[in-house]
C-alpha cells in the first residue's frame, strides 16, 4: 500500500475520504482519535507538526491541508480525470484556493464574530463576508462545476465548504448553492465516503 491518509471521522477528514473515493486507486486509513493518544501524539506530529487531520503519504511523501491533497492526488493519479484540461486550469486552481483562502477566512471570521471597520476592509484578504459569498455565488450560478460542465478535484474542496456552509449555516442558503451541493451529493464516491465515516462515527 503506497498512499496512507490519517483521518477522524468527525473532521475536515471527510474531503480527502471523498477526494480518495473518487480517485478509486487503495489507499490505508489511519483513524486517529482526539487528543495527546491520537492527532496530538508524538507520532502523529512527526508527520504533521500542526497536530491538524488530515494527512497523506504517498510514496514517502507527506501532504497535508484539504486543498493541497486534493489537488496533488489528481496530479498524481491522472487516470481518475479529476484534473481538467490547460484551458479549464485558471478556474480549477483560481476558485479552489479561493475556497480555502478567502471564503474559509470570512466565513470563521463571521463566525468568531470578527468584523472590521468598512474602511479597514482593504487590509483583509476577503474584503468583506458578503463580497465573498456573492463571488462564490456569481461563480457558481451559470455552471454545473467550478471548470463548467466537467467534475473536477476543485469541486471535492468547493463542494465540501458548500454543503458545509449550508449544513451548519455558515453559508446562506441560496438556491445555487443548494442546487450545487445537492448534486455532488448525489455522486457515488461522495455517498461511499459519507457512509464509511458515519459507520466509524456509529462505532466509536
Known amino acids: ?6 483521518t ?27 487528543g495527546p ?6 507520532d502523529y506530529l512527526k508527520i504533521n507538526p500542526m497536530g491538524k487531520v488530515p494527512a497523506i503519504r504517498h510514496e514517502g511523501r507527506i501532504v497535508t491541508e484539504c486543498a493541497a491533497i486534493c489537488l496533488y492526488l489528481a ?13 479549464k486550469l485558471a478556474d480549477y486552481y483560481r476558485w479552489t484556493l479561493f475556497a480555502a483562502g478567502p471564503l474559509e ?8 464574530g470578527w468584523t472590521a471597520p468598512p474602511e479597514r476592509e482593504a487590509m483583509l484578504g476577503f474584503g468583506s463576508y458578503d463580497a465573498a ?9 451559470d455552471r454545473d462545476y467550478v471548470c463548467g460542465d466537467a467534475f473536477t478535484a ?14 451548519f449555516g ?26 464509511i465515516c458515519n459507520a466509524k462515527m456509529a462505532a466509536a
Open 1 to 6: 500500500m503506497t498512499l496512507t491518509f490519517w
Open 8 to 34: 477522524n471521522p468527525m473532521s475536515r477528514g471527510q474531503i480527502v475520504h471523498w477526494m480518495l473515493e473518487e480517485v478509486g486507486e487503495p489507499y490505508e486509513t489511519v483513524w486517529l482519535a482526539w
Open 37 to 42: 493518544s491520537g492527532h496530538k501524539s508524538p
Open 75 to 87: 496530479d498524481v493519479f491522472p487516470k481518475a480525470g479529476l484534473k481538467p484540461a490547460a484551458d
Open 105 to 112: 477566512h470570512a466565513v470563521t471570521s463571521k463566525t468568531m
Open 133 to 141: 459569498v456573492d463571488a462564490l455565488e456569481a461563480m457558481l450560478k
Open 154 to 167: 476543485a469541486d471535492v474542496y468547493v463542494g465540501s465548504a458548500v454543503a458545509w456552509g449550508i449544513a
Open 170 to 195: 455558515t453559508l446562506p442558503k441560496r438556491p445555487t448553492f443548494e442546487a450545487y451541493a445537492a448534486r455532488l451529493e448525489a455522486r457515488p464516491a461522495s455517498k461511499r465516503a459519507k457512509d
